[in-house]
């Protein structure tokens, strides 16, 4: 087992290396609204992928000691690692889903404190012992302060994530459109890594061996995804860039866009595949935050619900009028791009299959 360890920390060692120089290498669509994303493009390069390249380099030129000194000094590095690259990692994963989270402020900060913590604890380690008082107390201060970082940026992330999914559902029409779900995978994944990299300096060889192919095939999978996340930007950027303040809807004016939004719905120019809020803001001659406001407030729906809806209600209308047409077909004739997609929608909402509805009703 010893040996398989060593080969895939060989294997961990030139993939952290190569999604480095990717991350360094591979140009960015040029855009104005990608600065946030650059700047933690270099912060993941160097603070993850470099940082674990250097790690794996260490654990290799150490493969053949084994005193106690060393694995004290392996548990704190692994703890200092840790506490670095889980802030760092959530925070390259919040900014993709929130561009105006980062902030240099509370990165120093957030790196900082474990550089603190380590160094103190290599003092008493040095001058005292691993057994002494001073140093069990700094060493169980630095672990609690290394799952305290943990929880919470997992939590800043899930509420983030929350107010993504709100901004999401209030612009597009289709769940498709989420492109960023893998994130909420990556970032538990991350998070148990992390976990998984301070357990692992108690147990056996193969489980250090389950953890390194672990890590071999988690960090190139979210490098990838991160890369592409450039060229994907231009389709979810009106997401991302968080709307800072919202305009309230003017109590005066609710009907007149009332009269306005119920022309259009007598139109059924919902049925257009692919609807995004920017879209009908623009037939409506207003603006995306004050129609996504009336929607919230008069509709008490997000945008994905009302034009749901609407089209679910004309298929419905479809299903009846017009038995003999395959329920794939009505479904795209109401909008619905994706024939799972309508089936899932139209469940949720009637209770029913389509074909269920139609065979029930049609009786």
Not at 126 to 136: G, H, N, V
Request: with cysteine; charged share 20%; glycine share 4%.
């Amino acid at each position: 087992m010893a040996e398989i360890y060593y080969l895939l920390t060989w294997g961990t060692f030139w993939l952290m290396l190569l999604c480095f120089v990717f991350l360094l290498t591979v140009s960015v669509p040029r855009r104005d609204d990608l600065r946030s994303y650059k700047r933690v493009r270099l912060l993941l390069a160097w603070g993850v992928f470099f940082l674990m390249t250097l790690v794996n380099l260490t654990e290799l030129s150490m493969s053949d000691s084994g005193t106690n000194d060393d694995i004290w000094y392996t548990r704190l590095m692994t703890l200092w690692i840790g506490a670095c690259v889980a802030p760092v990692f959530s925070i390259v994963n919040i900014t993709l889903i929130n561009s105006h989270f980062f902030s240099w402020r509370n990165l120093v900060r957030d790196l900082v404190i474990p550089l603190v913590l380590v160094v103190g604890n290599v003092f008493l380690f040095e001058i005292f012992s691993a057994k002494s008082l001073a140093f069990l107390f700094a060493y169980v201060v630095f672990i609690v302060y290394y799952v305290l970082v943990v929880v919470v940026y997992t939590v800043i992330f899930l509420r983030n994530y929350r107010q993504y999914s709100i901004r999401l559902n209030n612009y597009f029409s289709e769940p498709g459109s989420n492109l960023l779900k893998w994130t909420v995978t990556t970032q538990f994944l991350a998070t148990s890594s992390g976990i998984m990299a301070f357990v692992s300096l108690f147990m056996p060889h193969g489980w250090l061996c389950v953890f390194a192919l672990f890590l071999n095939i988690l960090y190139p999978y979210y490098a990838i995804r991160f890369i592409n996340y450039a060229f994907q930007f231009p389709v979810i950027a009106p997401v991302v860039e968080e709307v800072m303040e919202e305009e309230p809807v003017v109590r005066d004016s609710v009907f007149m866009l009332e009269d306005i939004v119920g022309e259009w719905e007598k139109e059924k120019r919902y049925l257009q595949p692919e609807l995004n809020i920017e879209m009908v803001a623009h037939e409506l001659s207003t603006n995306r935050t004050y129609l996504s406001s009336y929607i919230n407030t008069c509709k008490n729906k997000n945008f994905k619900e009302w034009i749901s809806d609407l089209r679910i209600a004309e298929a419905q209308r479809l299903l009846l009028s017009e038995p003999k047409t395959p329920i794939n077909e009505i479904g795209e004739r109401v909008g619905f791009s994706d024939k799972g997609n309508f089936s899932t929608r139209f469940s949720k909402s009637v209770g029913m299959s389509p074909s269920l509805w139609r065979k029930t009703h049609l009786k």
